[in-house]
């Protein structure tokens, strides 16, 4: 009996050690203390992929680059263990842009997809569409005014599309968002154009401002015009863009924008996946 009761002594013992082990490991790989918005730009290539985390742990993939790359650099700012994403948005369906959500759906538990409605004629794209039909995962079309709440007042809120865009170029109709949290902000541009951003000048010019701007289009010289970068008057930009990419992107004309107005700019083909993350008073980098 003796010898029994020792031998579940043991066997609780290493249970207790497990678990506590396991504590452990949650805690040293547990998301920042809620009250804080994390956002990163992922160093996928030549492509775009964006990740936030609101304080109260929504979890949103904006793009998801060109390939399966995505998935290593999600492990490195997610928690550890975490298989959902609440909501991925494709701001534009050119494949530098949602290819590399095929592998994330095969891994992640997925919310729902948002999308801007514009056409693309890439086989790719149809089976991404399909993959969502067959997981049931909703598809909802983004739309101006449309917000996603993200803990403690933080906010994501789509500033275009404002109409149906399903004639437009991919680029013309991709989804621009602005991320609110406090005193803090966060202007997301996918990949528009000088067309769209002089509109957005002329008609939605109060909602430009932003402590940050995630450069459109890569850097390219069709974006990021002089009346753009000035109304959105950023203290930062952040271009996603892949080393020694085949388009020169970012383009010299940008980057000399970007100077012009005193903006400090980073850029993933350098400086790798850049995260910041915000109190709802001032970003802090890391």
């Known amino acids: 009996m003796q010898t029994i009761l020792k031998r579940n002594g043991l066997l609780?013992?290493?249970g207790v050690l497990l678990f506590t082990n396991v504590f452990i490991w949650q805690a040293a790989f547990a998301s920042p203390e809620h009250g804080f918005l994390t956002v990163a730009v992922l160093d996928i290539g030549q492509g775009d992929s964006i990740y936030i985390e609101g304080p109260d742990?929504?979890?949103v993939l904006v793009d998801g680059g060109p390939d399966g790359k995505v998935l290593s650099e999600l492990g490195k700012v997610m928690p550890f263990g975490d298989i959902s994403l609440d909501v991925l948005i494709v701001t534009n369906p050119d494949k530098d842009h949602y290819g590399g959500f095929?592998?994330?759906l095969k891994k992640y538990n997925v919310g729902e997809v948002l999308e801007p409605g514009t056409e693309t004629p890439g086989e790719t794209y149809r089976i991404f569409k399909r993959e969502l039909a067959d997981k049931h995962i909703p598809v909802v079309l983004a739309r101006r005014d449309m917000a996603l709440q993200l803990g403690d007042g933080a906010?994501?809120?789509?500033?275009?599309p404002d109409r149906d865009v399903s004639n437009f170029s991919t680029n013309d109709g991709s989804i621009i968002m602005r991320l609110d949290y406090g005193?803090?902000?966060v202007m997301l541009s996918g990949d528009t154009t000088k067309l769209i951003e002089e509109y957005m000048v002329n008609?939605?010019?109060k909602d430009l401002?932003?402590?940050i701007l995630k450069v459109a289009h890569h850097g390219s010289k069709t974006s990021s015009g002089s009346h753009f970068v000035e109304a959105v008057s950023p203290e930062y930009a952040v271009i996603s863009d892949g080393k020694?990419?085949?388009y020169g992107h970012p383009h010299q004309v940008t980057l000399d924008t970007l100077l012009k107005y005193g903006i400090r700019f980073f850029r993933t083909d350098q400086e790798g996946t850049t995260v910041f993350e915000s109190d709802g008073k001032s970003f802090v980098f890391r």
């Not at 906010?155 to 275009?160: D, M, N």
């Open 209 to 211: 401002p932003a402590t």
């Open 102 to 104: 095929l592998d994330v």
């Open 12 to 14: 609780v013992l290493i």
């Open 183 to 185: 005193s803090t902000s």
């Open 57 to 59: 742990g929504t979890e």
């Open 244 to 246: 020694n990419n085949k």
């Open 155 to 160: 906010v994501l809120r789509i500033l275009f």
């Open 203 to 205: 008609r939605y010019q």
